[in-house]
């Protein structure tokens, strides 16, 4: 039996048992005082009649008709004359009862009988007989019996005010003792949460051990993950400027080119340092790494400001004086290239006195390129800049494919199309796990039937974004893949990345409540996924979206992680079920064995937690064994055919 029904009997039984003896002792009480009353009214009555007769005289008529008198004037059950033999002269008595709504169990439990008194009549100096006077106890007892009722009712109200007062209390009690249940339960799943400090001493002592073990489960987890990230950080980023050294820029091009929707205007960017050499010869390196390091983070806060014009990005030092970087699903070229420049001249001016010019160059990536192709294409872009010495990105805009649509309007329209007509489509890819070969879900890209041809997210998610719709896209989405698993009579799961739009905006996640609440057996079959960078961005919604989803039973993970995984405040609170490698740390697994010591951790540490881990876009048989052997749960094949 609960804790919390058993407190809750006791006090109900405490109140019952108060309750009772309180009326008992009450109406005993008053019935007491009744008697004490009917007893002094006995004597004082019997000794008035008893003087009144003694100065009458002895004729019977007389006699008869005072005490009918006082019989009829008063509440009389007996009124009796005897002679000094005890034989009686006159008597009247009341038959009737007046009483008769009054339970019999009250009148035997509370008869109310009250002594009859008897007071001497004299003649002269001689005695004439005793008068005996008995009161009518029926109607005191009616006003028992109604007295009782009134105290019943009271303390009933008193009774059930003072219940639930008492539950109440209970259950302020032990909310503390809830929250450590919940507590023990996330210590369960490996998720080490601190819960509040309660009043109650006991308690108090108890949380305070389990906050403690918390506390150090969270520190040696953040340990191992600090660890690991410095061995990423060691091997993948210029110690100088914090950004991605040469290795892992290319590597990210390369995955990009490689596994990444090539369908999306991906664009490809190389800012020029120029004078670098000549400033570092002059001035020294320490002045030139410092002037590098200033326009790192300026560019840094250019790329982080164009966040609403892509989906992932990134930036790498690859040589002294260059860097590159990549913008994912671009809304627009010129719109980069626009801040690029601003920077590159603003940041020019900034330092003229050094000689130094910034220049730069941005392109369309292309699926069939390659990395050499794409340096190769961006150094004959850069060269009249850099042979001029003059600040400025220049822009090359040749598209692999033309354009859907050329005008705003027309995008509108198509897309609301869709959305009207319900035309959200997906591709699917089957998620394996590595140690029994069974399928775990289904991973289903976004897509739209647009003019009656199905597109990849990649064509039309840099105009969804810019006019709105990508929120009200993914929800249509969400109920498709759910009549899916209905209609596959609830046998496979399926996944579902979802944008940042989507996690912030409070009217689709009202929606998502109410299809969820008429949807409970589809919706358990759901993974919703979430990009790595959208959840360093908004920690705080996406915290509450794990709070509000998880419970009805929607299992929830996170995309293309590693990269600034150590960034995630708080991953072990979130409860999350699974994580997917960013195709950056898996498509060349089997020959770079720093990505194989820092997954091997990055597992460990996953497991440690009680998450999944699995890889996207895997290629061959061997880079299968290596990643099985380095604890990843799961993969997908994109070089099989199922």
Not at 585 to 610: E, K, V, W, Y
Request: aromatic share 10%; net charge negative.
């Amino acid at each position: 039996m609960p804790l919390k029904l058993e407190v809750c009997l006791i006090i109900v039984f405490i109140v019952l048992f108060t309750f009772l003896t309180g009326i008992v002792t009450t109406v005993s009480g008053i019935e007491k005082t009744f008697i004490i009353q009917l007893n002094v009214k006995n004597v004082d009555n019997a000794n008035i009649l008893a003087a009144n007769l003694s100065r009458l005289e002895k004729d019977l008529s007389l006699q008869e008709i005072f005490i009918t008198a006082q019989f009829d004037l008063g509440h009389f059950q007996r009124i009796e004359l005897k002679d000094v033999d005890g034989e009686t002269i006159f008597k009247r008595s009341f038959d009737e009862e007046i009483d008769k709504d009054v339970p019999t169990w009250f009148k035997d439990y509370y008869p109310l009988q009250a002594p009859f008194a008897a007071a001497e009549v004299i003649d002269g100096w001689n005695a004439y007989g005793v008068l005996e006077v008995e009161s009518d106890t029926s109607g005191y007892r009616k006003e028992l019996w109604n007295l009782a009722e009134r105290i019943f009712w009271s303390y009933m109200f008193i009774g059930l005010i003072s219940t639930l007062i008492g539950v109440i209390f209970v259950n302020a009690l032990l909310i503390p003792l809830n929250n450590m249940v919940k507590q023990a339960n996330a210590f369960i799943n490996k998720q080490f949460i601190k819960i509040k400090t309660p009043f109650t001493t006991e308690f108090q002592k108890i949380v305070h051990a389990t906050n403690t073990l918390a506390d150090r489960m969270r520190m040696s987890l953040e340990e191992e993950n600090r660890r690991l990230d410095a061995l990423k950080y060691e091997s993948s980023h210029d110690l100088s400027t914090g950004i991605s050294n040469r290795k892992q820029a290319f590597s990210a091009l390369s995955s990009q080119l490689a596994f990444r929707d090539t369908e999306g205007q991906n664009i490809v960017f190389m800012l020029h340092f120029g004078k670098f050499g000549l400033i570092a010869a002059n001035q020294g390196e320490k002045k030139a790494e410092e002037l590098m390091r200033e326009f790192t983070r300026e560019l840094t806060k250019v790329v982080d400001g164009l966040r609403d014009q892509r989906s992932d990005a990134f930036i790498g030092r690859i040589r002294d004086y260059r860097i590159m970087g990549m913008m994912v699903e671009t809304f627009d070229i010129h719109i980069v290239q626009k801040h690029l420049q601003e920077l590159a001249i603003r940041f020019t001016e900034q330092h003229k006195d050094e000689g130094l010019a910034i220049c730069g160059a941005v392109q369309y990536l292309f699926s069939t390129d390659t990395v050499t192709g794409i340096v190769n294409k961006l150094d004959i872009i850069l060269t009249p800049l850099i042979d001029e010495n003059r600040a400025g990105v220049a822009c090359e805009d040749t598209r692999e494919k033309p354009a859907l649509f050329e005008s705003e309007a027309d995008w509108q329209r198509c897309l609301n199309d869709a959305i009207r007509e319900d035309q959200v489509s997906f591709f699917d890819a089957p998620l394996f796990n590595l140690e029994c070969n069974t399928l775990i879900h289904y991973q289903s890209w976004l897509g739209l039937r647009l003019n009656g041809v199905d597109y990849r997210a990649g064509s039309f998610i840099h105009w969804a974004r810019k006019l709105n719709l990508m929120e009200k896209i993914e929800f249509i989405a969400i109920k498709k893949l759910c009549a899916r698993i209905k209609g596959s009579d609830f046998k496979y799961d399926y996944s579902l990345l979802l944008s940042d739009r989507f996690l912030t905006n409070q009217y689709c996640l009202a929606k998502l409540d109410e299809f969820a609440s008429l949807h409970t057996k589809s919706i358990c079959k759901l993974n919703i996924e979430f990009r790595e960078s959208t959840v360093i961005e908004h920690a705080n919604a996406f915290g509450d979206f794990c709070k509000r989803y998880k419970p009805l039973g929607i299992k929830i993970g996170l995309r293309k992680v590693g990269d600034k995984f150590s960034l995630i405040n708080g991953l072990q609170e979130y409860g999350l079920d699974y994580l997917k490698l960013d195709t950056l740390f898996t498509h060349d697994i089997t020959t770079n064995p720093t990505n194989q010591l820092f997954l091997r951790g990055f597992c460990s540490l996953a497991h440690s937690m009680n998450i999944r881990v699995y890889a996207d876009g895997v290629i061959g048989d061997e880079a299968t064994a290596v990643l099985k052997n380095i604890g990843v749960d799961g993969l997908n094949r994109p070089d099989l055919i199922y």
